[in-house]
Every structure is written in structure tokens, then in C-alpha cells.
């Protein structure tokens, strides 16, 4: 070891003065081309390292001195290394150029080690490959054998800020020969001081240790970076009680702060004083690089980053801006800048804050567990926002409010306290090809006339619903993929006006999409299937637009019209529905035309409780009851609709019901082609009731109706049955070439079971045997009491639909006329009534 030395140089130390003139005269550093060389050997220990093979005497320089040959040949590594550990790195570069023996010794990797961590504290090499880029590596990882040396080599012109070190090293030049062209002081202002004087190029490494209360204002393209052993940044910590922690001024374009904690720590948390204070203040045309920094600040009033102003862009990286009591992250007055691969949580108010036309890029941050709104972008706040986790805050992931207008990309945004994003006040947007999920209430909320796209979305599993659409909200809600929401899919209501396209909405547990209270919107061209309740639902005076959608496969109803809802349903695919395809009641008025309306397990289209609507130019077919049903007072109008292939009957109109049935084709239905039964009176004019399966027109129980111009053709029952004390209006109507079975089989004798079995009701003479003991739901044919109950005591009852139930074999007595028996005894029939909808569950 080289014994202390004292001497005039020792006195002119530039931690006393900032002098120019004082400081001690540079000495070239350690280059590539003197740095060359690295050995493999990785043992720590020199005691335990391989011993070098001899090399025979022949090969090597005869004209070497004795001792020279010994010291370059003969010794062995463990003593020649032991020397070299003596070394600094100037002298150990010296040795390198030797020899090759020497140059594969000077390299070792463990040399290097501990002349590295005594210069820089790093216990892994901070490798700086190009201005403004720092980053850590594992040794043993890495792709070149000596990563300590490359590392000192990058970083050797910095300067260091060691409190209470500069004294000592400048004290003892000659223990430290060959570092003279190293700086050291004590403040971080001394530094900055000796850069602005040119004594160094500004690389700064600020060393293990607590700085408080230094002014630093930064206008030149500085590099600062924590110098520490383990965690760099939990080791250097530089905070403020008064003012700014760090300023970046005009100037300071190029600069880099890195590896260290920031805090701003005023004693009075909420003085008015110190509105403006921040840990970071990046101000008008700088773009500093901020890199792997813990930022904090308690000051209740003033955000812990603040970027404002016209060409302000900072590049903020790998930081931790969390547990502040304001917001986090505030970038505002055209700043922009690109935020990346940043924690930022557990602020007291949002992670982020974007306004007045701030235009960030913010990538891969993870904002969470705020004490308000994750991101919260306002008065012409924009910014893009790309693959950003933003979970757990306590009101919504996003806000957009005042003409805001940010584009957020594939980002997480979940389990928020209350919604995922929330846009108002005339907000807008694009939100796209986000995930939006598990969120305590909707998963995108817009209201008071925003107006943002939402696209390419999955919104799912939401505790409320997945789209809320209120006051007068707009927005494009487009080719998203919704379900699993414990409300409705979509929810548009108070005059709120959307277009809504090429979305699936699925698999919810309430219903698909529900507009009520005044809501409109352009629905068009989406997926609505699998929901627990109503595909759509429209309610109370909601006049939207339905158009090109296939709505299917619900639990429930297809769409769903009720308390005065309305609007316009046309060119849908309604089908496979637990229940009708269409239900329309109390006072609902909608246009319901050119749709395909088939595979309801309860009908078609139900009309009921005083409902209204005008079902135009449908084809509604193939539903396992009726076609169409109209009940309890309900009067909508049917026209020029094909209504077929039913598994039931085409119409049937009961209870009360009336309407205006005109231009319709009604074929091949299972059933009556239109049933008009318990004091109903429809208008059927100019349709055309044809190839049923049963009859065509049945009026019955007191019913009326006004038929005039129709055509029934080839039916099978028969073209027109009026039951017993019916009275209807006719003008003009053919009933031809109808196949008449009832008749027919009435004049063979045959019993009427015979062509009906217990499917289908045809209507004829009905009578009851009293000595059958037949009950008030027991009929039977004018055959069987002719043939098989003659001489009984029997009672005709009317001119009605029944099944014959002595052909059905259930009676007590055999049937001589029919075949199999049946063990169905409810044979007057009435038409079974629809399953009417009850789903008035709002969100």
C-alpha cells in the first residue's frame, strides 16, 4: 500500500472552492484500447485459483532477463494476481500491456470487481452503452467475460458527489495516483456548479446518502445517477421541505436523472405556499430522461411530478410515483412526453392527471390502489395510452371529462371501486382493444353529452353492467365483445343517443340491452345471445333503432317493448328464445317490419296488456306455439307478414284482444291458421289463410270480427268455423278448396280423434254422456255418441274446437271408432296462453 502523502496539491481541493484554477489537472482515463483483455477466471478466493501450465523455455524470449523471465513466466498467478490487487486502474491497464500472461491476468473479472465497487458502490455493473441509457446486469449473465471492467470504462469521466469523501482524496494524492482526472464534492448544487464551469462533461454519480434541501435547478443536458450498493435508489435519497426537489429548466434537454429516490417533504403538508412545489418540475422546451427513480411526495396540494408547458417531453421510466397525497403524475399546457414501464400507486388523488391540451405517451404503467381515479384526463386533455394495468382504484380506472379527448390501447382496467371508465361532460376518446373487467359498478360509463368511440373492447364480468349510455350520452359502442355482467350487457337511457354495431353481447346474468327512460341509439348489426333475461328490452317512451341484429338463444325474451317503449325493430334475427320472440305491452307502439322472428319456445310476437305496435313485411315461422298472439286489449297492426310453418297456429287472438290483420300470408301452420277467441274482435282483411294443417279462421267464446275480403284456401279441417253463438261481419271473402277432414270424416261415420289425435281441436258438435260420468273438460264427437254411447243419457253442449275423448280412450267405456288410446283429459281447448314476460328488474 502506497503510504499517505500531503502537499500543496492537497490543499487545492475543489470540495473548498469551485475554482477553476484550484482544481487538480486532468490525467487521461482508461480506454478501450489500454483496457483490452479479460480472463475467464471467476473464483473469488486467489488462494483457490488453477494453476497456469508451464510453458517450455524454448518458446519464450531468450534475450529476457533472469529476474524479468521469473516475474513474467515463472510466478505463479496466485502471488502475480495478489500484487495486481495492489493496483489501481490506470497501473492495472500498465500491467496489461506487459505480456500476455499479464494481460490475461489484469482482466480478471474479480480485479476489476473491487476496484469498481470502491469507485461506484454498484454490486452489479451498471452498463451505460449510450447517452441517456443505464441499466444493471447479472455478471454471471452477461455476454463479454469482464462486465465490471466494460462498465468502469463507460462510466469513468463522471464525477461523484460523496459527502465528506472529497476532503480525504484530495488530501492523499498519492494514494489515489492515477484517479486525478476523478472529481469529487460534497453537494449535489457543487457539481452542478462544476459542470456549468466546464471542469467535467456532467456525468454526475451521486453517492449513499440523505441530500436535503439543495436548490437543484437544472439547465444543461446534466447526468445524474445514484451510486450505490444494492437497491440504488433506496440508497440515495434527495428530498426538499421548501421548494421543488428537482427543476428542469430550458436547457436541460438532454439531461438525465436516474437510480435514486426524489422527495418532496414540506413541513406544513398543506400550505398554501406550496401550491406549486413538486418532486419533479419539468417546465417549457426540456426533455430530460427521468429512469429507475423512487418519487414521494406528502404535500397535499401540489402533484409529485408536474410537466407543463409548450415543449416540455420528458422520457419517465421504470419509476415509482406511489403514496403521495396529491396526484402523481400531472402533465398539462401542451406538455407531452412518453411515461413508460412506471408503478404508480396509492396516490391520495389520481395516478395521473392530463389537461389543457397535454399530450402524453404513456406505455406499460401499472397505476393501482389509488385513493381516487386511476387516470383522470380533463378541460382538452388527450395522450395515448397503450398497455397500461390500471386496477383497484377507488372511484373509475379512467375518467374523460371536458372536451378531453385521450386514445387508450390495449389496457387492463379492473376491479375499480366503482366503474372501469367513466366519460362526462361533454368527454370523448377512443377507447380500443381494451380488457374491461370486475369492476364494482359499469364497465364503461358515459354520460351529459360525451361522446367516445369504444372499440374492440372485452367488458365482462363487471358487478353491475358493461356499457352505461345516461344523460344524454352519445358514443360509437363498436365491434366489442360483452358478457358475463351482472346487469345489462348495454344500458342506454334519459335521451341518451348511441350507435351500437357489431358487438357481441352474451351470457350476462340480467338482460342484453336495455333502453328505457326516453333512451334512443342506433342498435345495429350485433350479436345478443345467452342472456339470462331479455335480449333487448325498451321502456319507458325509448325510441331506438334496431336494425341487422341477431338476437337468440335468451333465457327469456328476444326483445322486449313495455311501458310505452317504442322505436324501430327491422331486419332482425330473432330466434331460439325460452320465451316469444317479440313481446309488446302496456301502451308500446313500436315498428316492428322485415324481420325473421322464428324458434320461440312460447310464440312469435306477443301483444298484450293493451300493447300496440305495427308488425310489418316479417317472416315469422317454425315457433313451437303461435305465430303471432294478441291479448288483453292489445290492438297493434299486422300487415303483409308471412306467418308459417308454425308448430301451433298462425294467430291467435284472445282475451280482449283486437287489432287490424291485413295483406298477411298465413300457410302451413300447425294449428288454426288465426284463432280469434274470448271477446276479441279483430279486422282481417285481404289475407290470404292457406294449406294449414287444421282450419283456417276458428272464432270462438263470444268472440267478434270483422272479415272481409280474405282468401282460406286448401286447409285441412276446413276454410271458416264459427262456434256456437258467434257473430261476425263478412264481405267479400273466398273460402275455397279447403280439404273439409271434419265434415268428411263426420259423413263416413269416422270418430273425429281419428284425424285430430290430441294435437290439434277440430271444431264441430261436441257432447257430454252422463252415464259416462264425463266431466265439464270431457267432450265427446257426434259419431262416438251415435255409435258408442247410444242409448245413454247425453247432452249436447255446443258448436266448439275439442278433441274427441272417447276416440282419445279415456273415458270409461272403449271407443269403437278410433285407434290407440291417450291419457289426456283436458280436451277443450282454448289455446294454452303464452308465458308473458316479468322482467321488470332495472338496472
Known amino acids: ?378 378541460d382538452h386533455g388527450m395522450g395515448y395510452f397503450e398497455s397500461c394495468n390500471i386496477h383497484r382504484n377507488r372511484i373509475a380506472g379512467f375518467e374523460v371529462k371536458a372536451y378531453a379527448n385521450p386514445t387508450v390501447v390495449r389496457c387492463e382496467i379492473h376491479h375499480g371501486q366503482t366503474g372501469g371508465i367513466y366519460v362526462h361532460e361533454k368527454g370523448r376518446g377512443q377507447f380500443i382493444e381494451n380488457k374491461i373487467y370486475a369492476n364494482n359498478f359499469a364497465g364503461v360509463w358515459i354520460t351529459s353529452n360525451s361522446d367516445p368511440t369504444i372499440r374492440g373492447n372485452s367488458i365482462f364480468n363487471g358487478n353491475q353492467g358493461g356499457v352505461y349510455i345516461f344523460g344524454d350520452g352519445r358514443g360509437l359502442i363498436e365491434g366489442n365483445d360483452i358478457y358475463g355482467n351482472a346487469l345489462a350487457g348495454i344500458q342506454i337511457r334519459t335521451n341518451s343517443c348511441p350507435i351500437v354495431r357489431h358487438n357481441k353481447i352474451h351470457d350476462g346474468q340480467h338482460g342484453g340491452i336495455y333502453v328505457h327512460e326516453k333512451g334512443q341509439g342506433v342498435i345495429e348489426e350485433n350479436e345478443v345471445y345467452s342472456n339470462t333475461l331479455a335480449g333487448v328490452w325498451v321502456t319507458t317512451g325509448s325510441t331506438p333503432v334496431l336494425r341487422r341484429n341477431r338476437i337468440h338463444s335468451g333465457k327469456q325474451v328476444g326483445v322486449y317493448f313495455y311501458d310505452n317503449g317504442h322505436g324501430v325493430l327491422e331486419d332482425n334475427d330473432i330466434y331460439n328464445h325460452m320465451y316469444s320472440g317479440v313481446q309488446i305491452r302496456t301502451g308500446s307502439n313500436p315498428k316492428i317490419r322485415r324481420n325473421k322472428i322464428w324458434g320461440g319456445q312460447n310464440g312469435g310476437i306477443l301483444v298484450y296488456n293493451s300493447g300496440l305496435g305495427c308488425i310489418e313485411d316479417n317472416e315469422i315461422f317454425d315457433n313451437a306455439m303461435a305465430g303471432v298472439w294478441i291479448k288483453t286489449d292489445s290492438n297493434p297492426t299486422l300487415r303483409r307478414n308471412k306467418i308459417h310453418d308454425g308448430r301451433d297456429g298462425g294467430i291467435c287472438i284472445f282475451n280482449g284482444g283486437r287489432g287490424l290483420l291485413e295483406e298477411n300470408d298465413i300457410f302451413r301452420n300447425a294449428q288454426a291458421g288465426v284463432l280469434i277467441s274470448t271477446n276479441s274482435h279483430p279486422v282481417l282483411r285481404k289475407n290470404r289463410i292457406f294449406d294449414g294443417f287444421a282450419a283456417g279462421i276458428e272464432i270462438t267464446n263470444h268472440a267478434t270480427a270483422t272479415l272481409e275480403g280474405n282468401q282460406i284456401f286448401n286447409n285441412r279441417f276446413g276454410g271458416l268455423f264459427l262456434a256456437s253463438g258467434v257473430n261476425v261481419t263478412m264481405k267479400d271473402n273466398k273460402i275455397m278448396n279447403n280439404q273439409d277432414a271434419i265434415e268428411k270424416a263426420v259423413s263416413r261415420g269416422q270418430c273425429l280423434y281419428k284425424i285430430s289425435s290430441y294435437t290439434s281441436y277440430p271444431m264441430h258438435d261436441f257432447y257430454r254422456c252422463h252415464t259416462c260420468n264425463t266431466t265439464d273438460r270431457n267432450a265427446i264427437c257426434v259419431n262416438c255418441i251415435k255409435k258408442c254411447h247410444q242409448g245413454h243419457d247425453v247432452e249436447f253442449i255446443r258448436h266448439d274446437r275439442f278433441f274427441c275423448d272417447c276416440g282419445a280412450g279415456t273415458l270409461s267405456n272403449p271407443c269403437t271408432l278410433a285407434g290407440e288410446p291417450t291419457h289426456d283429459t283436458d280436451t277443450l281447448y282454448d289455446s294454452a296462453p303464452p308465458i308473458e314476460s316479468n322482467t321488470l328488474q332495472h338496472n
Open 1 to 378: 500500500m502506497v503510504a499517505e502523502e500531503s502537499g500543496p496539491g492537497a490543499q487545492n481541493s475543489p470540495y473548498q472552492l469551485r475554482r477553476k484554477t484550484l482544481l487538480p489537472k486532468r490525467t487521461a482515463c482508461p480506454t478501450k484500447s489500454n483496457m483490452e483483455g479479460a480472463s475467464t477466471s471467476t473464483t473469488e478466493n486467489f488462494g483457490h485459483r488453477a494453476k497456469r501450465a508451464r510453458v517450455s523455455g524454448k518458446a519464450q524470449d531468450l534475450s529476457a532477463a533472469p529476474a524479468e523471465q521469473y516475474l513474467q513466466e515463472k510466478l505463479p498467478d496466485e502471488v502475480v494476481l495478489k500484487i495486481f490487487s495492489y493496483l489501481l486502474e490506470q497501473d492495472l491497464c500498465r500491467a496489461a500491456c506487459v505480456c500476455k500472461r499479464f494481460s490475461e491476468l489484469a482482466n480478471d473479472p474479480i480485479l476489476w470487481k473491487r476496484l469498481y465497487m470502491e469507485v461506484f458502490e454498484y454490486t452489479r455493473p451498471m452498463m451505460h452503452p449510450e447517452p441517456g441509457k443505464f441499466y444493471q446486469i447479472n455478471p454471471e449473465e452477461y455476454e463479454h467475460p469482464n462486465p465490471w471492467k466494460e462498465s468502469f470504462q463507460q462510466l469513468y469521466k463522471g464525477a461523484h458527489v460523496k459527502p465528506g469523501f472529497a476532503e480525504h482524496f484530495y488530501s492523499n494524492p498519492a494514494r489515489y495516483k492515477g484517479r486525478e482526472n476523478m472529481l469529487y464534492y460534497d453537494t449535489i448544487e457543487d457539481a452542478l456548479g462544476g459542470v456549468q464551469e466546464a471542469h467535467f462533461d456532467g456525468l454526475i454519480f451521486v453517492h449513499s446518502g440523505i441530500y436535503t434541501d439543495e436548490w437543484i435547478y437544472i439547465e444543461s443536458p446534466i447526468t445524474m445517477i445514484g451510486a450505490a450498493p444494492g437497491k440504488v435508489a433506496d440508497k440515495v435519497i434527495i428530498e426538499n421541505t421548501r421548494d421543488s426537489t428537482f427543476v428542469f429548466m430550458e436547457g436541460s434537454e438532454d439531461a438525465y436523472v436516474g437510480y435514486m429516490t426524489i422527495r418532496f417533504n414540506p413541513d406544513d403538508k398543506s400550505a398554501q405556499h406550496h401550491n406549486a412545489h413538486h418532486c419533479l418540475e419539468i417546465t417549457v422546451n426540456c426533455s430530460p430522461i427521468i429512469d429507475h427513480c423512487i418519487i414521494r411526495s406528502t404535500c397535499t396540494v401540489g402533484s409529485a411530478v408536474c410537466v407543463s408547458g409548450q415543449g416540455a417531453c420528458p422520457t419517465i421510466k421504470h419509476c415509482n410515483i406511489s403514496d403521495c397525497e396529491n396526484v402523481g403524475l400531472y402533465i398539462t399546457d401542451h406538455a407531452q412526453g412518453i411515461y413508460e414501464d412506471n408503478e404508480i400507486s396509492n396516490n391520495a388523488l389520481a395516478g395521473i392527471w392530463v389537461k389543457n391540451h397535454g399530450n402524453p405517451i404513456i406505455r406499460r404503467n401499472h397505476i393501482h390502489h389509488g385513493r381516487d381515479v386511476g387516470v383522470f384526463t380533463f
